[in-house]
Nanobody, 115 residues
Framework: QVQLVESGGGLVQAGGSLRLSCAAS????????MGWYRQTPGKQRELVAV???????NYADSVKGRFTISRDAAQRTTYLQMNSLKPEDTAVYYC?????????WGQGTQVTVSS
């Protein structure tokens, strides 16, 4: 059993910042991948950023230079620091954990960027 709990979403003005958190609990192995995805109503869920246990990261082109993904020392929590937010960043953001062949998703947190 694995559970992901997200927090940190909200309403922010264009150019502002938010920091999302995702805490994993349950039977977490030492080696896994955590990441963030986002989805707008009527559109496919898209990758935002991922981070491996070893620290290797990957970002969508649309957020490079603005967003930063990280993990804590225990490798059970991931963070997404979002700077210079734009209205097009508005979406529901989902945390994901990949462990072996299993995928786990958080409940989603709304991020709204106003003009």
């Amino acid at each position: 059993q694995v559970q992901l709990v997200e927090s940190g979403g909200g309403l922010v003005q264009a150019g502002g910042s938010l920091r999302l958190s995702c805490a994993a609990s349950g039977n977490i192995a030492g080696i896994n991948v955590m990441g963030w995805y986002r989805q707008t109503p009527g559109k496919q869920r898209e990758l935002v950023a991922v981070i491996m246990t070893g620290g290797i990261t990957n970002y969508a082109d649309s957020v490079k230079g603005r967003f930063t993904i990280s993990r804590d020392a225990a490798q059970r929590t991931t963070y997404l620091q979002m700077n210079s937010l734009k209205p097009e960043d508005t979406a529901v953001y989902y945390c994901k954990l990949v462990q072996g062949s299993w995928n786990y998703w958080g409940q989603g947190t709304q991020v709204t960027v106003s003009s």
